[in-house]
Nanobody, 120 residues
Framework: QLQASGGGLVQAGGSLRLSCAAS????????MAWFRQAPGKEREFVSS???????HYADSVRGRFTISRDNAKNTVSLQMNSLNPEDTAIYYC????????????????WGQGTLVTVSS
């Protein structure tokens, strides 16, 4: 089970840190990812980290977002800096065994989502 948290309302240029807590699985053995879905838009890939710790980012967030994993706490975090209104969305964490992908359909477990709203 995955539990996402950390969303909220922030002004443009601000920062938020999302966290995904995993129960029943060890994050270090899975590829973990963040996706987001804005109102009226399809879900899109944001970032992933594979089981060896290699990160990958969507072009739209590279240089602003950082994904990390805390094996001791069994969590995966997404540090989001320089937020802009286009980042407004529900953010979901996801997990799968094996390598990381950017396609959401490849992931077998999903958290409930946390809302991020960036005001201009």
């Amino acid at each position: 089970q995955l539990q996402a948290s950390g969303g909220g309302l922030v002004q443009a240029g601000g920062s938020l840190r999302l966290s995904c807590a995993a129960s029943g699985r060890t994050v270090s053995r899975y590829s973990m990812a963040w996706f987001r879905q804005a109102p009226g838009k399809e879900r899109e890939f944001v970032s992933s980290i594979n089981w060896v710790g290699s990160p990958h980012y969507a072009d739209s967030v590279r240089g602003r977002f950082t994904i990390s994993r805390d094996n001791a706490k069994n969590t995966v975090s997404l540090q989001m800096n320089s937020l802009n209104p286009e980042d407004t969305a529900i953010y979901y964490c996801a997990a799968r065994q094996g390598q990381a992908y950017t396609a959401g359909a490849r992931y077998t477990s999903w958290g409930q989502g946390t809302l991020v709203t960036v005001s201009s």
